[in-house]
Nanobody, 114 residues
Framework: VQLVESGGGLVQPGGSLRLSCAASGFTFRNYAMDWVRQAPGKGLERVAA????????YYTDSVKGRFTISRDNTKNTLYLQMNSLKPEDTAMYYC????????RGQGTQVTVSS
């Protein structure tokens, strides 16, 4: 299993970013996927999840209405569109299979600051 996240960066409050996760080494279309994040000094938090078919989704309360998870099973890629970003969204963001967060990529840093 290999997962490679990209798209993070420094953005002002209210700004937007789109994260991508390129998956390989497994049959991507068969797995539900998560975006998880880890803020400094805190544990991992599930931000959003999407079923293998891409229809059912889940969002943690703090990002509902601002973030959108999606996937392209033809490209083996997971996405997270993040709008109206807040300083409290600052964290390292990872993608992972829903069944296990043990295997994650290197992550992509999102920093929301003025």
């Amino acid at each position: 299993v290999q997962l490679v996240e990209s798209g993070g960066g420094l953005v002002q409050p209210g700004g937007s970013l789109r994260l991508s996760c390129a998956a390989s080494g497994f049959t991507f279309r068969n797995y539900a996927m998560d975006w998880v994040r880890q803020a400094p000094g805190k544990g991992l938090e599930r931000v959003a999840a999407i079923a293998n078919g891409g229809i059912a989704t889940y969002y943690t309360d703090s990002v509902k209405g601002r973030f959108t998870i999606s996937r392209d099973n033809t490209k083996n890629t997971l996405y997270l569109q993040m709008n109206s970003l807040k300083p409290e969204d600052t964290a390292m963001y990872y993608c992972a299979q829903s069944i296990s967060w043990a295997t994650r990529g290197q992550g992509t840093q999102v920093t929301v600051s003025s």
